[in-house]
């Protein structure tokens, strides 16, 4: 327990650091940034036609009111916290690979209705808009993260008990 706690206290700086480092801005973050609004944007334009993206922005045309998605609500943050989660855990590295994949799809599919929620309450509420973007969609964001988490223990350790041998003296179940 205490390898996992001292690589992930090493792990999670050096991610968010390289984060910040301009490459991972203009290779990783931008792009990733743009995307999010434009997916947004796309589920948005289902219900409503005058929803546009540019860049970071998703802005409604006919009001002008919108949202701009900044560093630590593009959901790479979150995703860099369980990639260090994942990474000190002691799992195969294909267990590793999996839960990176289907871990980081499931923070984003929750980021997104984030930036869809918070899109709506700029238009409607903007007191409840500063609520929820402060406080309650980061406590979910990271609710989220820990529940993947939590889950994809939960699989490792299933894994490893299916492939473990039986104790030492004992039959095979059903022999």
Not at 85 to 101: D, T, V
Not at 111 to 124: E, G, H, M, T
Not at 155 to 163: D, F, H, I, R, T
Request: aromatic residues 12%.
């Amino acid at each position: 327990m205490i390898r996992f706690f001292l690589i992930f206290l090493l792990l999670l700086p050096t991610l968010m650091v390289l984060e910040l480092t301009s490459p991972a801005q203009q290779w990783l973050v931008l792009p990733w940034t743009s995307l999010l609004t434009r997916i947004s944007a796309f589920l948005l334009s289902l219900f409503d036609p005058g929803v546009l993206s540019y860049g970071k922005i998703l802005m409604d045309s006919k009001t002008g009111i919108g949202v701009s998605v900044e560093a630590g609500c593009n959901g790479i943050e979150a995703c860099l916290i369980l990639v260090a989660a994942m990474a000190a855990y002691p799992a195969s590295w294909k267990m590793k690979l999996l839960g990176l994949l289907a871990g980081s799809l499931a923070v984003q599919v929750v980021n997104v209705l984030r930036v869809v929620s918070l899109f709506y309450l700029a238009r409607w509420d903007k007191e409840f808009f500063e609520f929820a973007h402060l406080y309650l969609w980061q406590a979910l964001i990271m609710i989220d993260v820990l529940v993947v988490w939590l889950v994809w223990i939960r699989l490792v350790a299933k894994q490893a008990s299916e492939g473990s041998p039986p104790p030492s003296g004992g039959l095979p179940a059903g022999a």
